[in-house]
């Protein structure tokens, strides 16, 4: 499919239309709403928008039906464990608790907003993986009622090969981000490979390099190899410092 970049400004108009309701009387005729599910058809994209107050879907675009399988008037949170990829779903469920952390930060300033965007790969309705950008921007309202609401744009891009063992993932407030996916974008990543994270994560779980090396079939070598090669990159001055940075990025 031939990719149609358009402004997200687009978001930020439907939230105005609808936020004053508390999203509850989505019209499906109204041309912002047709404008939506249309840039949506033509760029393999949908939409979800939520309460997380409620843990509540709001607002799912029709595209998921084509892209996942999901009809929209039944999606519930369960779904995407379901076609997640078997090797992103530890992933998925970090990114899923990280959720609720950015929601209370959120909450917490009355008036805030933040943004957590990353890769993953889902099944289609044909059984095939495919690779997905999920924009996922939080925005704090005091009305109707006192809540963060959330919208996860999800994106195909498969036409984008990022390196091997390495994935896009950011989490902040520079809503600049919040745009139509483009490779600039798409090469935010945290800086170590999936092989670097799965170590890192034996670590904090306080196994020993040679424990790591039996249970990941690697030499005591590499492993002290990739441990100190995940220092240099990640600038922290210890293992601990890494620990927690990654625990607050949702990555660990």
């Known amino acids: 499919m031939i ?8 978001f930020y108009d439907f939230i105005e239309s609808y936020l004053p309701s508390g999203f509850s009387n989505i019209n499906p005729d109204d041309p912002i709403v047709l404008k939506l599910n249309e840039l ?3 760029n393999d994209q949908f939409i979800t928008l939520s309460d997380l107050s409620q843990i509540k879907f709001l607002f799912v675009s029709d595209g998921i039906q084509k892209m996942i399988g999901v009809n929209p008037r039944e999606l519930h949170p369960g779904h995407f464990v379901e076609v997640v ?16 952390v950015v929601e209370k930060e ?3 300033t009355d008036k805030g907003s933040a943004l957590v965007s990353f890769t993953i790969r889902l099944r289609n309705p044909a059984g095939e993986y495919n690779n997905y950008l999920c924009q996922a921007y939080f925005f704090y309202s005091p009305i109707p009622h006192k ?3 959330l919208i996860q744009v999800i994106s195909k891009v498969d036409w984008f090969k990022p390196k091997k063992n390495c994935f896009h993932h950011y989490k902040g407030k520079n809503l600049s981000l919040f745009k139509y996916p483009d490779e600039q ?3 935010i990543c945290p800086g170590l490979s999936q092989r670097e994270l799965e170590i890192i994560k034996l670590v904090e779980k306080g196994m020993s390099s040679k424990q790591i090396a039996e249970k990941l079939f690697l030499s005591v070598f590499t492993v002290n ?22 625990k607050e990025e949702g990555l660990l």
């Open 147 to 149: 809540a963060v609401y």
């Open 185 to 187: 974008l798409l090469k």
């Open 85 to 100: 990829h078997p090797d992103d779903l530890n992933r998925l469920g970090l990114l899923r608790a990280q959720t609720f």
């Open 106 to 108: 959120v909450l917490e």
């Open 3 to 10: 990719r149609k970049p358009y402004s997200y400004s687009l």
């Open 40 to 42: 949506m058809e033509e």
């Open 225 to 246: 190899t990739h441990r100190a090669n995940i220092l240099e990159k990640s600038g922290k001055a210890t293992i601990s410092d890494l620990i927690y940075g990654l």
